[in-house]
């Protein structure tokens, strides 16, 4: 439903899915696509976190965005799903961009229940959806129109065409959007005005994300550099998107007015729309996405380039560190004591950092089913899973959170806290769990061979095949696969290769 939960994109046109149509039915391809140009667009990374806010503020997506997404305690991994989803719905191929569409239905079928307040929610409700494509489309004009580069009638009209085509695809048909461009700036309005909200979500995009912004895969060894960089530019980024926002929801929201920052915002479009004179390809959102979230381990080529990258830049903190020591709380301490030092033994972690790493997907300090929903969710992604393999994980996760229940929800809230966690750790490797584990061996094992090959390796893994050739015949049986998942995830040993499965941010 939303982008920052399930990397919503847009379609082209006003046929029956993504790249079919542009205005007045002309038939438009997804490389001639007016968004697709945006993707490699620095000023796009402004505009999207406008628009998340703007959806955010709907309490029908604040609610869902609350309980079931992952942007929080796993922001990076969350960009990065976001933008291959995007990618798949400008597909060349229509076969892709249907499977894509089939995905996204599936996974926003699985979203419903109930705010702080009581009201229901829903992902698959059309009017919200129809919000989300709304906010996209409204913070394109807008990002081109801060950066002195806004469009012309015919550009935003078509442009507006393969947004309605996007919620088309979705819902069936594109009647929850205005058909005409000048109707749809007074129902972006009314929305505005009627129905948004001063939101948690909202508030924890704009005011705490930021702050807390961990550090990608690149950075990870470097958290000096990362914190000082991320306490200039976190309330930077805070302070041009609220002076984006529409007026009257800063007003009906009571979000501060930073002196200055509307013309920082200004400087901020300008400069990235600058980015208009460099030579084409040198900007590739998707290369710079997997470089940040690639692992030094990993059999990548740009793996070296990266491990190189990450000594400088351990480097340059160490200096950094020597010049200006950080003083107070700066969020990461800058020389992390290994958790795997803890009383509970060489190369073991502490109960509280797995439960805050792996367990609680969604960050809220609770387990609960949408944390075991989103680790199903993260592993179907993975394995682009399709129906019933989907459902056999979902499933599969949502027997082992009944177990969990019974096991450890002692106060009987719904929910199990980190004490409650701590006091019955043993309880996690039960039958059910371990049922996981082979429902996870069988969406693996493409060929059903009974065995994970290299191959099968890497889709889960993201990674090399590291395990011993010479006793294992090059590949990964069942026994073994079930054996290291319970051991991760009852035993809570870090540096294997389900750390990053689950734990990455």
């Known amino acids: 439903m939303t982008t920052a939960?399930?990397?919503t994109g847009t379609g082209s046109g006003t046929g029956t899915g993504p790249g079919t149509g542009a205005a007045e039915g002309t038939p438009r391809s997804p490389e001639t696509s007016s968004f697709r140009a945006f993707f490699d667009d620095p000023r796009w990374a402004l505009a999207l976190i406008r628009a998340t806010v703007l959806e955010a503020a709907h309490p029908q997506?604040?609610?869902?965005?609350?309980?079931?997404?992952?942007?929080?305690?796993?922001p990076w991994r969350r960009l990065r799903n976001t933008f291959v989803?995007?990618?798949r719905m400008f597909d060349a191929d229509p076969a892709v961009r249907e499977r894509e569409v089939a995905r996204l239905n599936r996974l926003h079928a699985r979203m419903s229940g109930t705010d702080a307040r009581g009201r229901a929610y829903d992902a698959m409700d059309r009017p919200t959806r129809a919000w989300v494509v709304a906010t996209l489309f409204e913070s394109a004009v807008t990002m081109c129109r801060l950066s002195g580069q806004p469009l012309d009638q015919d550009t935003m009209e078509r442009t507006y065409a393969e947004y309605r085509a996007y919620l088309a695809a979705?819902?069936?048909d594109a009647r929850e959007l205005?058909?005409?461009l000048n109707d749809f700036w007074r129902y972006f309005d009314r929305v505005v005005e009627d129905e948004l909200e001063d939101t948690e979500a909202a508030r924890v995009i704009l005011f705490r994300l930021f702050d807390h912004l961990p550090a990608p895969a690149l950075l990870d060894g470097a958290p000096t550099l990362w914190a000082a960089g991320r306490a200039v530019v976190g309330p930077l980024l805070g302070a041009i998107t609220v002076a984006s926002l529409p007026e009257s929801y800063r007003r009906k929201a009571g979000l501060p007015e930073t002196p200055g920052a509307p013309t920082l915002m200004q400087g901020a479009y300008l400069a990235a729309g600058l980015a208009r004179f460099l030579p084409k390809g040198w900007i590739d959102a998707g290369t710079i996405i997997e470089t940040l979230s690639l692992s030094p381990d990993s059999d990548d080529p740009r793996a070296r380039t990266v491990s190189a990258l990450r000594a400088r830049v351990k480097r340059a903190t160490a200096l950094l560190r020597l010049v200006t020591?950080?003083?107070g709380d700066t969020g990461t301490h800058p020389d992390p004591v290994p958790p795997t030092t803890t009383a509970t033994g060489e190369g073991r972690r502490s109960a509280e950092e797995f439960f805050h790493q792996v367990l609680d997907q969604t960050g809220d300090g609770h387990l609960d089913w949408p944390d075991l929903a989103a680790m199903a969710r993260e592993l179907a992604t993975r394995l682009d899973l399709d129906e019933p393999e989907e459902t056999r994980l979902y499933d599969a996760f949502a027997a082992w959170w009944k177990e969990l229940q019974t096991s450890l929800d002692t106060d009987g809230d719904g929910r199990v806290g980190i004490d409650e966690?701590?006091?019955?750790?043993?309880s996690l490797a039960g039958p059910a769990l371990i049922r996981v584990a082979e429902v996870l061996f069988d969406a693996c094992d493409k060929d059903r061979n009974g065995t994970i090959d290299a191959d099968e390796y890497r889709a889960l893994f993201r990674t090399a095949f590291h395990r011993d050739l010479a006793t294992t015949d090059g590949t990964y049986g069942r026994s073994a696969f079930v054996g290291d998942f319970l051991s991760f995830m009852s035993g809570r040993r870090p540096n294997t290769p389900y750390d990053p499965l689950l734990a990455d941010a």
């Open 5 to 7: 939960s399930t990397g």
């Open 61 to 74: 997506v604040g609610a869902a965005l609350a309980e079931n997404s992952t942007f929080i305690a796993h």
């Open 85 to 87: 989803s995007m990618r």
């Open 170 to 172: 979705l819902d069936g």
């Open 178 to 180: 205005p058909e005409n």
């Open 325 to 327: 020591p950080l003083g």
């Open 421 to 426: 966690y701590a006091a019955a750790v043993p």
